[in-house]
């Protein structure tokens, strides 16, 4: 369903560009 993936890929990135800044802070 594209029509679900494009939210869903926008949410996860959302999501995951901050923990993964975090997780570079903390290397």
């Not at 679900?4 to 903390?26: I, M, Q, S, Y």
């Amino acid at each position: 369903h594209p029509s679900l993936d494009e939210p869903f890929g926008t949410l996860a990135r959302l999501v995951f560009e901050p923990l993964v800044d975090h997780l570079k802070e903390l290397a």
